[in-house]
């Protein structure tokens, strides 16, 4: 089982930077395919990014390539979302979550098992 606890959200101007963490429990962590999801007001949940458990490839959703990137520290079981040129449509709860242990997961949500709470991210312009 894995437990996950995002950090590092807040106010940010358009063009600003974040980085967001998310501390997971577990010994799975190193064996899961984590990602990061994000929520607007009235929209659906969407994938942001993901990082494979196996071999440390990465997808990006479109809006977000070459802006953001996602990283994971196994030894610290922590993973990493770098957000770069943030602009207000990137405002959002933003979610970590991992997929069930062996599991290489991509971009649809229902793979996900394990979610934290979210943090949330303002970008003003």
């Known amino acids: 089982q894995v437990q996950l606890v995002e950090s590092g959200g807040g106010l940010v101007q358009a063009g600003g930077s974040l980085r967001l963490s998310c501390a997971a429990s577990?010994?799975?962590?190193?064996?899961?395919?984590v990602g990061w999801f994000r929520q607007s007001p009235g929209k659906e949940r969407e994938f942001v990014a993901a990082?494979?458990?196996?071999?440390?490839?990465?997808i990006y959703t479109d809006s977000v390539k070459g802006r953001f990137t996602i990283a994971r520290d196994n030894a610290k079981n922590t993973l990493y979302l770098q957000m770069n040129s943030l602009t207000p449509e990137d405002t959002a709860v933003y979610y970590c979550?991992?997929?069930?242990?062996?599991?290489?997961?991509?971009?649809?949500?229902?793979?996900?098992?394990?979610w934290g709470q979210g943090t949330q991210v303002t970008v003003s312009s």
């Open positions: 979550a991992a997929g069930s242990s062996g599991a290489r997961v991509g971009i649809r949500s229902r793979d996900y098992v394990y």
């Open positions: 990082i494979m458990w196996d071999d440390g490839s990465t």
């Open positions: 577990g010994r799975a962590f190193s064996r899961s395919t």
